[in-house]
């Protein structure tokens, strides 16, 4: 599997950890930054160009890191398309694929052990989408709001 990843300054030793554990796996891991630990970088910079890349490549997933994650779900969040996923503990990470079908997961370095940050992205990869249809109904809410900011018809009161 491709996996794209990005972090930050907060996340850089963590990514360098999970970089050489995804490889390892055998995975092809393509590492959009920081090559350098710089205290003054700004995640957006690497997560988003992370997400832009799992978004056209639809074959991939990806994984964001920083101090909290926050952040860097929300930017990764922003590029159409994509589904991310905050993660700190493996059931999370199998959830946000399972029902959500969430292509990035985010890690938070300041409060994720490096043993359970290849946790989750191990449960991360090897989970795939249920399909089940409550799960797509409810994705396909989310991208047709995203497409035309229309909100999902309420419920009829009749039928619950």
Do not use: C
């Amino acid at each position: 599997m491709r996996i794209h990843i990005g972090g930050d300054h907060a996340a850089y030793d963590l990514q360098r950890v999970l970089v050489a554990h995804l490889e390892a796996a055998g995975h092809v891991v393509v590492d959009h930054g920081p090559d350098t630990l710089d205290e003054q970088d700004d995640y957006p910079v690497y997560v988003l160009r992370a997400a832009e890349a799992v978004a056209r490549d639809g074959d991939s997933l990806g994984v964001v890191l920083g101090g909290s994650g926050n952040g860097e779900q929300i930017a990764a969040n922003k590029v159409k398309g994509i589904r991310a996923a905050l993660a700190w503990a493996p059931e999370l990470a199998g959830l946000a694929r399972e029902h959500n079908d969430a292509q990035v997961v985010s890690i938070g370095a300041r409060f994720t052990p490096a043993d359970v940050a290849k946790d989750i992205v191990d449960t991360f990869v090897g989970t795939a989408f249920s399909k089940d249809a409550r799960h797509r109904r409810r994705i396909g809410m989310v991208t047709a709001y995203e497409s035309t900011r229309d909100l999902p018809p309420l419920p009829d009161p009749g039928t619950r």
